[in-house]
């Protein structure tokens, strides 16, 4: 009878399963990975891959959430730089978000909603429940009225950001690190205004 693993085992299994996964994802599109691919970047067998997630689909999914949460910790530690060094600020959050091991810039939307749609309804609910929770934390952090208006701004800025990032064509990576740079100043900026409209409404 095989020894059952520690819960420390499993995390070390999981979080090796999960630096493998980014390089994957790097390489290959989400909606192409198939669950050969994964078990040979693992080096796992499939028997024993069902035993840590219950799908391929889950499975992308938490490696792109779990890669999320660790460069969002990053940028928001650089964030609270921005009112004492704005400038090394900016330049710190751009590195950050052009990081070959960030999946914001090998990953899109539609991607999540690719898996999401692959995966139990629950998962669907949570992360428009988490969606929401995060803005609503983040505005009250903020003392900025969460208004579906900022919320749409805000989402489309990310959206075309996350689009720069991720084209690495012929323009020169340069130019691509410039215009990372001008869209961070530009969310900062609608944050800013944002915040100063709202203490002039009080």
């Known amino acids: 009878m095989p020894r059952k693993l520690t819960s420390e085992e499993i995390e070390a299994q999981k979080d090796f399963m999960y630096e493998r996964t980014v390089k994957l994802i790097a390489r290959k599109d989400i ?9 040979e970047e693992v080096q796992m067998a499939k028997g024993s ?12 999914y938490e490696v792109i959430k779990k890669n999320e949460r660790i460069f969002s910790e990053k940028m928001f530690e ?26 914001f810039q090998y990953t899109s939307p539609n991607d999540q909603e690719f898996l999401l749609r692959k995966m139990p309804l629950e998962y669907r609910k949570r992360e428009e429940e ?14 900025i009225t969460p208004t579906e208006e ?14 720069i990032v991720a084209d690495t064509a012929v323009y020169g990576e340069n130019g691509r690190k410039k215009a990372v ?8 900026g609608l944050f800013t205004k944002e ?5 002039e409404n009080k």
Do not use: H, W
Request: hydrophobic residues 45%.
């Open 130 to 143: 988490k969606s929401k929770n995060n803005f609503l934390r983040l505005c009250q952090g903020l003392n």
């Open 49 to 60: 891959f069902y035993k840590y997630y219950p799908s391929k689909e889950i499975f992308l």
């Open 78 to 103: 650089t964030a609270q730089m921005i009112t004492v060094d704005l400038e090394t600020a900016f330049e710190t959050m751009t590195d950050i978000i052009m990081s070959k091991d960030f999946l």
């Open 195 to 199: 915040i100063e409209e709202n203490g």
């Open 150 to 163: 900022f919320f749409g701004a805000i989402t489309y800025l990310m959206n075309a950001l996350q689009i």
């Open 181 to 188: 740079s001008i869209m961070i100043q530009a969310i900062y």
């Open 31 to 39: 909606d192409s990975i198939t669950l050969d691919d994964i078990l």
